[in-house]
């Protein structure tokens, strides 16, 4: 193992653990359309730490996370409280107010304590290059034990509660836990960044549920570890460093979705000129070559049935039992002559001329059958035109992609009320 690889290894486990909850967590906040409430209680979470760093604990001790932890809580309680009043004040304003609160109290707090400065930097920023094993052997379980248990109690809480209270308050209070733990290894604006980019990138890429959960978790991890080595090959601020390398990585996904709509809505508009020319092309010339339907017939033999006859089909699929039979018979011919070659035995003049008579014969024949069935087929097709060339007419218009919104995706949202 390399040096870079080995001092890159506990913050990598400690990214993708993250990244593991918080994206998890990112799909229902986005849901939910509580953007900022990860920012919020991380906030509190901070203000919690920084009371206890004022009363003389250690700043990564477990007075510390008590404290963070309590206060957490307590502004779950009260975001589960005031979901009621959604209908007339946003709770995104709510959450609004409880990070400037939450912010300004913290700054307070500091401000006449020793290196007050550098422990709201080591809030904000973190250093998750300083995890080691210790923090991992209690962040990685608590995670796995949050994101199991959380679905479960969520469900128990909607078949037994009738208040909608409980259900919010299990919400806040399992993803503030999430979320104290994580300030203490990431920072405020890390954590935010594992929250909502992951989750974001998942609702641009997948449609279902566990499609966006998976490209949350794969594309989190990837970002991850590309920003630990951008950090550590530049020397850059490892937390900073991350959650740019975040934000690059939703452009880049992003554009990446726009460039996909587009091409998808270029093909669109693609197959419904061809359908829109097709439908022109048959009424005008019916005997004329189709290529748009002798291709899909070519794929679908059975389409023929819709404006075929029986008479015609039987035509048809005599003249193509025939030109098969001519065609084995001329790959016989051909693979003989091959054969000879091949052994270094060379033909005669007299058996070179009469292979090169029969496969004349043979193509001729099957020319003759391919005019049969284009023939039968053209005459049925000039019969029908006028249905044909409306059908065709209307699959262009249903691929037109001019439909406003036609490809707009937008996650689903709960009733604040």
Known sequence: MTEAASFLLLPALACIALVGIHAYFGLQVLERNVIFVDLALAQVAALGATVAFLVAHPPQGLAAHGYALAFTLAAAAFLASTRRWSSRLPQEAQIGVLYVVAAAAALLAVDSAPQGAEHIRQILTGNILTVGWEELRWAVPLYAIVGVSYPLAARALERRWPARWAGEFAFYAAFGLVVTSSVALAGVLLVFAFLIIPAAIGLLHAETARGRLAVAWIAGAAIAVVGLAISYREDLSTGATLVCTYGAALALAGAARWRRDQAWKAVRWAAALALGASAVWIVALPRADQPLLDGLER?????????????????????ESYEARYRVEAEKLRAREAEHRWKGAALDETEVRKIAAFLKSYNEMMQGERFVVREVRARQRERHRGWMGALLLAAALLAAPWRPGWNSRVPPRSNPS
């Open 299 to 319: 794929m679908y033999p059975a389409l023929r049935a819709l404006y075929m006859d029986e008479n015609s089909l039987a035509l048809a699929a005599d003249a």
